[in-house]
Structure formats: C-alpha cells, structure tokens
C-alpha cells in the first residue's frame, strides 16, 4: 500500500484491478463484512433442492430443508472439510459427503458419521451438523448471507435500493418472479469490478462496442434504443449510499413503435393495471425497470440477475439467470427469453463484447506510467439526493464515483 488514496473523487488508481494484495483486502474488507447475495427462493422451490454458490472464496450452499426453511450453510464437511455438496444444483434428501460419507439431514442436522461404531459413543452429533452462516435474511425471496456476525442489518445495508428492486419485481402481476429459466456462466479473465462499473455505464461505452447489436435490434423489433441515450436526460444515473449503483429511466419514457399489441401483452396489460393501478402501470410500461447493481455482487439488468464471483485479481466468474414474472402470460415469458439471448446469450450480441472489453481492460491496465484512471463524467453538475445519493445525466459516472467513496470506505477504514 502507498499513501495515495486508492479512489478520490474522479481518480481511480489502477492497482486496485491488479494488485493481488488487495485482492485480499477486499475479501476481508468488504466479501466477509458485508450482506452478500447467495440467490433466489425460487431457485429451490421444493423440500431438498439445493445450489451451490460462492461468498468471496468460502463455498457455501443453499437448500431448502425438508422443513420448507431455506438456509445457507457453509458448504464444507465437519469432518475434515471437503465439499459436502459438489454438484452446482440438484435436490437431496440427505447430503451425504463423497470422501468418507457423513450425512447430514438437508436441514443441517448430522444424521450418522461413517463406520460409526469406531466413534467415541458420546459423540455429540448435535455439535457436528453442518454450520450456518451466521447471518442470513431476504427481501422479497432474494436471499443474502454474511460471513460476518456482526454488522449492519440486511435493510440498512439494501438502504433505498430497494425501491428500485421493487420496480423490476412489479413487472410480474403477482408480484413475484421466478429465477427458474436456467442460468450461463460467464469466464472471463478480468478483475470483477470491472462487470458492475461495465454493466451499468452501457449508455456510454454502448455506441462504441454494441453499435451492430444497437443495428440489428432495430430491425428485428423496430425499436431504436440509442434513441434512450440521444439526450442527456437528467437524474438517470444515481450512485445510492452503501455503494449501490442505478440506471433509472423512469424520466426517459420510450416510444416503442406503435404496434397492435398482441392478446398476451393485453392480458399482462390489464393484470399489471389490475394490480397497481391505471398510472403506475402505465409508467411501468413506458420505459424499462432500473437497471441496478447491489453492492457488492448482485445486478439486475433488463432480462436477468447477474452475480459476479470474484476468483483472483485478474480471474472473475459471473452467473446470469433470466428473470420470469409470475402470473404473466407465457408469451410475455418467452419474449423475455428471447431478449435475453438475443442481447446476453453467449451467442447474443451484446453481452460477448462486454467481456471482450473487460478482458483487454485487464491488459491495458498491466501498462503504467500513470496509473491514475479518470471517471469524472458529470463531476460538475452532479445534484445531491434526498435519498443521500447523488445524480446524474444518462452518460455520467456519477454512480461510479459513489461505488468507489463507498469501496474506499469499507477498504481504508481502522486500518
Ligand atoms: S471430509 Fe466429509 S466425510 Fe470426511
Ligand atoms: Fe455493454
């Protein structure tokens, strides 16, 4: 570590993609302090099914017990730490260990250690269960652990991002969305900061890299989506305290072609309306929900979820899982579906090109001299928020420079 800051303002400095001590850092600092999102009830809707995910490095599971409970339990054997659960998803009715076979109850319990008649008979098996995190809580079926038993709670850590969760998870008449339409993995060999600051800034690099995806969408659907970002319109970027990043374009209605809707999208019409009400439906329908990132792994743009999984400094895996809306025609499903893969698919249009970019970004930034980085779109006419955040115009850093005061904040303080 030097003196100089690693974020101030609108510098960056470029060791903070590079550097493997921080990298360690962070997972103290910030992968095992603060809530982290591990997935979605609807990922493991019946009594035994499981999936595997990561926080920082520590592997932990997710499994609805037989007591319908979802629990998150480190995913790591008491008896001499293998994987319990080798397997991404799957149900279990007993997770049983592949090295020497301890089985614990999908509800955590130590059900038998093997060849048990060689164990001291007071082998408390209460104390041998497999262990929890020791926090864990949701909001509207997102579930998020920390590694940490003290803290913040869940709701001070999510702060106002929820009122833009909230927006995506409306979209569905009832309320509720299913994460259970598949996810892609996603590889890439770049540090994993670079896929919020890359996911949520695509109004301006998007011109650039998405120009043929921007082409081709238009002819397919008519709709020209560049015609979102022509103007600079205020108050579409906001960075939100704890780090939380938005793309908000609910003062930037679009102008969809004027088509004859089909019978589903007038069915979903009328349920969206039926539920919440004549304006707020048609606000929702006039543009598209926020984009968002939730510091520090969980992003929701347009189709998906996307959870980033930090490997190395320079190795990052990222999940997408295409989000459905409960109670909307399938039709309306299957339209999201095939968005998605048109713009995020691993054959898609956009989505590959990110990574491409990320991954020279991981290059060019082996390259020093200056290692100073400069994001500061916007810096002058940023406003300040009720909310404690801050705003900008739609192509701005204004969001980049909030992740950075709050990474600084969790990576600088006590030291
Ligand atoms: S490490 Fe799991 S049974 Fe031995
Ligand atoms: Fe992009």
């Known amino acids: ?56 490095l520590q592997p932990v ?33 007993s997770i049983v260990c592949p090295y020497h076979g301890w089985t614990y109850a999908n509800t955590g319990e130590l059900v038998a250690p093997t060849f048990d008649d060689g164990y001291d008979y007071d082998l408390e098996k209460e104390r041998f269960g497999l262990t929890p995190l020791p926090r864990q809580d949701s909001y509207r079926g997102l579930v998020f652990a920390s590694v940490a038993a003290e803290g913040q709670s869940l709701a001070e850590h999510l702060g106002g991002v929820t009122e833009f969760l909230d927006l995506f998870m409306d979209l569905s008449p009832e309320g509720e969305i299913a994460v259970d339409a598949g996810e892609q993995k996603v590889v890439y060999r770049g540090n994993w900061k670079y896929m919020p600051e890359n996911s949520m800034e695509g109004d301006y690099h998007g011109p650039f890299i998405h120009g043929v995806a921007f082409d081709l969408y238009a002819k397919r659907t008519g709709f020209d989506v560049t015609a979102l970002a022509t103007d600079e319109v205020p108050d579409v970027i906001r960075s939100l305290p704890g780090g939380h990043m938005v793309e908000d374009y609910r003062g930037a209605p679009m102008d969809p072609p004027k088509r004859q809707p089909s019978a589903a999208r007038l069915e979903y019409i009328a349920k969206l309306k039926a539920r919440h009400g004549e304006a707020k439906a048609a606000a929702m329908l006039s543009t598209m ?9 969980l992003m929701y743009v347009i189709t998906h979820l996307r959870v980033v999984q930090p490997v190395s400094v320079d190795r990052t895996h ?13 039709e309306i499903n299957e339209a999201r579906l095939s968005d998605h893969e048109f713009m995020f698919g691993s054959a898609g249009f956009v989505s590959p090109d990110d990574v491409e970019i990320m991954e020279r970004n991981q290059v060019g930034m082996q390259a020093r001299g200056d290692d100073r980085l400069y994001i500061g779109r916007g810096m002058h006419r940023e406003r300040s928020m009720p909310d404690g955040g801050r705003s900008g115009m739609t192509r701005d850093e204004t969001h980049l420079r909030g992740f950075w005061r709050h990474y600084v904040s969790l990576m600088e303080d006590g030291e």
């Open 61 to 93: 599971i997710m499994v609805r017990g037989n007591d319908d409970k979802v629990r998150v339990f480190y995913n790591r054997c008491r008896h001499r730490a293998n994987l319990v659960c080798f397997a991404e998803r799957g149900v279990a009715k």
């Open 318 to 330: 990222s999940y997408y899982f295409p989000v459905m809306l409960k109670g909307a025609p399938a």
């Open 289 to 297: 929900a926020p984009l968002l990132y939730v510091f520090p792994n």
């Open 1 to 56: 570590m030097t003196d100089a800051p690693l974020a101030q303002d609108a510098v960056v400095r470029g060791s903070v993609y590079r550097d493997p001590g921080l990298f360690q850092r962070e997972l103290e600092r910030i992968w095992y302090r603060v809530w982290v999102y591990v997935g979605h009830e609807s990922e493991v809707p019946k009594p035994g099914d499981f999936v595997r995910r990561q926080i920082g």
